[in-house]
């Protein structure tokens, strides 16, 4: 089915260790983004693309980077994992354009984290 | 810059009952406006949206929403809740030259049996 999919679901990493989330969707979208939603704070932007081989900032970009070296993939890295950071995240993307038949968004399942 | 509230962290209604989950936001140039619901454990599922045309809205499992450009306000209403509803529902808004969307808190709706 087509989609967005996020790897790992579960990770739980100890301070300071790194790693990686991977989205990857098939559904030719341009624009891809990382979300991570925590307890009454609603979803907030970590990083962005509008395109193959871009990225930019969102609203809490530190401890973050990201990287979209192929259109369906974009990956989520931390390099030096804080308690801070635990978090649910979801990868989302869409069309450029918003239109009637597109649904803005589509979101994968998410990837839950503890970092302890 | 845009923004979006849902002033009611949570709303409690009965079976049966018409229920409304509010959204407010600001844009500049013309909204584009979405309603997003998330049950435990898994990612947004989209709802309905507003982008041109009749101000009430209709989209899935009964939902619809109106949008109010005078009070930028675009109401998630349903006439008759279910328990199965019973749900965290976002609101989001991009305006028509942006490419991210901002997404309210988030309203937790409870049906009650």
């Known amino acids: 089915n087509a989609g967005v999919t996020q790897t790992p679901k579960f990770r739980v990493l100890k301070t300071g260790q790194s790693m990686t989330l991977l989205c990857a969707q098939d559904?030719?979208?341009?624009?891809m983004y990382w979300y991570r939603q925590d307890p009454g704070m609603g979803l907030r932007l970590i990083h962005y693309?509008?395109?193959?081989?871009?990225?930019a900032k969102g609203e809490v970009p530190d401890g973050y980077n990201v990287s979209r070296l192929k259109k369906q993939n974009f990956l989520l890295g931390l390099e030096s994992a804080a308690p801070s950071q635990t978090s649910v995240y979801f990868c989302?993307?869409?069309?450029?354009?918003?239109?009637?038949?597109?649904?803005?968004?589509?979101f994968g399942s998410g990837t839950r984290l503890t970092v302890v | 810059a845009q923004s979006v509230a849902q002033p009611e962290d949570q709303v409690n209604v009965a079976e049966g009952n018409p229920l409304t989950v509010k959204c407010t936001y600001s844009v500049s140039g013309n909204p584009y406006l979405f309603w997003y619901v998330q049950y435990p454990n898994r990612g947004l599922q989209f709802l309905l949206k507003?982008?041109?045309?009749?101000?009430l809205v209709k989209g899935s499992y009964g939902f619809e929403a109106e949008f109010n450009k005078s009070q930028t306000s675009f109401h998630l209403k349903k006439p008759s809740a279910l328990v199965s509803d019973s749900a965290l529902y976002f609101c989001?808004?991009?305006?028509?030259?942006?490419?991210?969307?901002?997404f309210g808190p988030g309203t937790r709706l409870s049906v009650l049996p």
């Open positions: 693309s509008v395109g193959e081989g871009t990225t």
């Open positions: 989001a808004v991009r305006d028509s030259y942006g490419q991210n969307f901002v």
């Open positions: 989302a993307s869409s069309y450029t354009f918003i239109g009637p038949t597109n649904y803005g968004y589509t």
């Open positions: 507003y982008i041109t045309g009749d101000n």
């Open positions: 559904m030719n979208h341009e624009y």
